[in-house]
T-cell receptor, first 112, second 113 residues
Framework: ETGVTQTPRHLVMGMTNKKSLKCEQH?????MYWYKQSAKKPLELMFV???????ENNSVPSRFSPECPNSSHLFLHLHTLQPEDSALYLC???????????FGQGTRLTVV | SQKIEQNSEALNIQEGKTATLTCNYT??????LQWYRQDPGRGPVFLLL?????KEKRKERLKVTFDTTLKQSLFHITASQPADSATYLC????????????FGDGTTLTVKP
């Protein structure tokens, strides 16, 4: 285990549903990230929270909404998703300026 | 535009041989380069990091080289084992936060007994 826990591990949702992914780390890190990994594609950075500042990839649709209530917890709120949003969603954490990212196991999301 | 290419989508080798994976990049000046291992359905796990001023790094059976002139890193696994079968990702970082690295799309290594 890397110290980064994601729940749920698997999620199937309809296009009209609203769901949330959760990520938790107790490594003392102060930066957390959401990545999307689709088949045959590189990891795509979606959002970064570092020292309470949020940085986002401008290509991420607004149907994905992150929330970081504190340095140990990160959420990704999902609403009105499309089938092409089906992917493995990975959370990661690091120290600010750190050279190693610790990834969770991921949530396998299927949109039907 | 910035681009990272890993040599091939899949690499098959015989147990005991050395696996060599390639990561090439363009339009980057990375402060360091990382290699991660990813098993199916799981998140990547950090293996090694090499900085721009380093030529080579070793860790047990792993060796990484970094040539900033060729804009290339080579990742070697010596005395390969079936348990080394996985997807290996290279990632480049400009020296900000490790999680903001840009990842290649990976090479899937299969080591046959």
């Amino acid at each position: 285990e890397t110290g980064v826990t994601q729940t749920p591990r698997h999620l199937v949702m309809g296009m009209t549903n609203k769901k949330s992914l959760k990520c938790e780390q107790h490594l003392g890190h102060n930066a957390m990230y959401w990545y999307k990994q689709s088949a045959k594609k590189p990891l795509e950075l979606m959002f970064v929270y570092s020292l309470e500042e949020r940085v986002e990839n401008n290509s991420v649709p607004s149907r994905f909404s992150p929330e970081c209530p504190n340095s140990s917890h990160l959420f990704l709120h999902l609403h009105t998703l499309q089938p092409e949003d089906s992917a493995l969603y990975l959370c990661a954490s690091s120290t600010t300026g750190g050279t190693e990212a610790f990834f969770g196991q991921g949530t396998r999301l299927t949109v039907v | 535009s910035q681009k990272i290419e890993q040599n091939s989508e899949a690499l098959n080798i015989q147990e005991g041989k050395t696996a060599t994976l390639t990561c090439n990049y363009t339009n980057y000046s990375p402060a360091y380069l990382q290699w991660y291992r990813q098993d199916p359905g799981r998140g990547p796990v950090f293996l090694l990091l090499i900085r721009e001023n380093e030529k080579e790094k070793r860790k047990e059976r792993l060796k990484v080289t970094f040539d900033t002139t060729l804009k290339q890193s080579l990742f070697h696994i010596t005395a390969s084992q079936p348990a080394d079968s996985a997807t290996y990702l290279c990632a480049l970082d400009l020296g900000t936060n490790a999680g903001k690295s840009t990842f290649g799309d990976g090479t899937t290594l299969t080591v046959k007994p």
